[in-house]
């Protein structure tokens, strides 16, 4: 490793404050190699996203809201565990080391590290002449028996989702970046009002991991995941994993008066289930447990919907109103 790579490791990832210290580290960034203590009655839990410039965000964007963003979807993963989030590793490789870059980027991981108490652990940089690149791996803590896995999804089961749905996958219109969804999805105007644009601003660079929400309910839900490539695809994982199907309610999709504003309501509809990057959780909860999955989500101000039910079977339908299905032309967002 060369001076200038030793520079840049000490002056933004070390003296920055992102390698705090906790109870479980016995040796965090600035050797080979993290040493961490795992409590007994945990196990360890890890994920890892990678991020790639003009794919994963526009190249002007702040690199505050990059760094944000590419911690905030790993701790989406964590949650998805309901795990505990520990510290997390980077890999960065740059086309150039600009220091204001990198202070505006190393600024807008601690935020979010300190509030779930996750500190930088180790990682690399590395020079290259293409795009940057972002690898982060989060590392987690879980109870053997409460970690929330995609297999345990009942028939009977309701099926909820925190937060709004289809908020991403606007915001990448909002932004200029390009959709899979295609031309048809699109924005009613091309000039948003600026609260709108804000807001979609937020969503897509400021996602807000449900971790709380995890570690509250953990014990009273029967599967769960992050949807980070559309409902449908991401509930899809879910009733693959369980063997079950599942009936989709859309008048209970839940979206913003943003989202609402700024696409048709067909387009609203497609975000949701196809769009992708909203990283809100979706699970299932026995019927028994419903009333009180939504009061604990009520009592830490975290708000949840009810939109469908877990059935016998593999098929995965969207009903209306009237109890119809309906068929769509969409797919969820691949990555290759």
Not at 247 to 271: G, I, M, T
């Amino acid at each position: 490793m060369s001076a200038s790579e030793f520079e840049i490791i000490q002056r933004y990832f070390v003296d920055s404050g992102l390698g705090f210290p906790r109870s479980e580290l016995e040796l965090g960034i600035g050797d080979d190699g993290a040493l961490l203590r795992i409590p007994e009655d945990k196990v360890l839990t890890m994920s890892m996203d990678v991020l790639l410039e003009t794919v994963h965000f526009s190249s002007a964007a702040d690199a505050s809201l990059i760094a944000n963003r590419a911690l905030a979807v790993n701790l989406s993963d964590m949650a998805a565990m309901a795990a505990q989030p520990l510290c997390f590793t980077m890999g960065l490789v740059l086309a150039d080391s600009s220091q204001q870059w990198l202070k505006s980027f190393s600024a807008g991981l601690l935020p979010l590290a300190r509030e779930f108490n996750c500190p930088l652990v180790g990682g690399d940089t590395s020079r290259g002449s293409g795009l940057l690149n972002i690898s982060i791996q989060v590392h987690g803590l879980c109870d053997p028996d409460r970690a929330s896995l995609r297999s345990g999804a009942k028939a009977n089961d309701r099926i909820y989702v925190s937060g709004k749905l289809g908020d991403g996958a606007i915001a990448l219109l909002s932004l200029g970046l390009k959709s899979h969804l295609g031309e048809a999805f699109a924005l009613r105007n091309r000039d948003l009002p600026e609260t709108c644009r804000q807001y979609f601003d937020d969503a897509y660079y400021r996602p807000q991991p449900r971790v709380r929400l995890a570690q509250a309910i953990k014990h009273l839900i029967n599967s769960n995941i992050d949807i980070s490539d559309g409902l449908l695809g991401d509930l899809g994982h879910i009733c693959r994993a369980s063997k079950v199907g599942a009936n989709v309610f859309l008048p209970q999709l839940p979206f913003s008066d943003s989202a609402k504003c700024c696409v048709e309501a067909d387009n609203l509809v497609k975000a949701a289930l196809f769009g992708g990057d909203d990283y809100e959780l979706c699970f299932t909860v026995a019927e028994q447990h419903c009333a009180e999955v939504e009061s604990i989500a009520a009592g830490i101000g975290e708000e949840i919907s009810c939109i469908g039910e877990i059935v016998e079977g593999e098929k995965l339908s969207c009903l209306d109103h009237d109890g119809r299905e309906q068929k769509f032309d969409g797919h969820a967002y691949m990555h290759y």
